[in-house]
């Protein structure tokens, strides 16, 4: 009986790693967050003081190719017949195939972030089936994967709600010229 009770401490961890293993199962989009900043005190050059800005980094994308380069052509007779084989040296190179990017885009500031807000962004896209979750009014990953999905196809890459986003939603009021 001594030993059960030995193990049983032991037994509670691992099983709670278990739990929190699949609990982050569930949650696979919001592990691929890129690099995001959501500040008033980190903006890009020129931006209007008390405004606040995302920013997403999209990575470089490289690629390494290998190639045969020709270094001596082979001889070959005038009736087809192979005197010397040509001869080769691989090169394997890397190149950029995308450039790393850095987007900035205005969002909403904290302040405005209420769980009020917060419900009616994910009603919003729960309208648009972006959002499968319940209404929780919690900018939690679930929130974010669904804005992400939202925000893509314009575009950005991120699970920050850029303020065009807001807008598009109907959550903040479109600006308009004076004309």
Not at 56 to 77: D, G, N, R, Y
Not at 95 to 105: A, D, G, L, S, Y
């Amino acid at each position: 009986m001594k030993t059960i009770h030995a193990f049983l401490p032991m037994t509670l961890v691992v099983l709670g790693a278990c739990t929190t293993a699949a609990s982050l199962q569930g949650n696979v989009d919001a592990l691929r967050e890129p690099d995001v900043v959501l500040s008033s005190g980190q903006q890009p050059p020129g931006a209007p003081a008390g405004t606040c800005w995302g920013k997403s980094v999209s990575p470089a994308v490289i690629e390494t190719v290998t190639e045969q380069v020709l270094l001596q052509p082979a001889e070959i007779t005038t009736d087809g017949v192979v005197t010397r084989p040509a001869i080769y040296k691989t090169e394997t190179l890397q190149r950029i195939v995308k450039e790393r990017r850095e987007t900035w885009f205005e969002a909403p500031c904290p302040s405005v972030l209420t769980g009020e807000f917060i419900a009616s962004v994910q009603r919003a896209l729960q309208a648009r089936g972006h959002y499968r979750g319940r209404i929780s009014g919690l900018m939690d990953a679930r929130t974010r994967a669904a804005i992400r999905r939202y925000q893509e196809p314009q575009g950005l890459d991120s699970g920050i709600l850029a303020l065009e986003t807001a807008r598009q939603l109907g959550l903040i009021a479109v600006l308009r010229d004076p004309a």
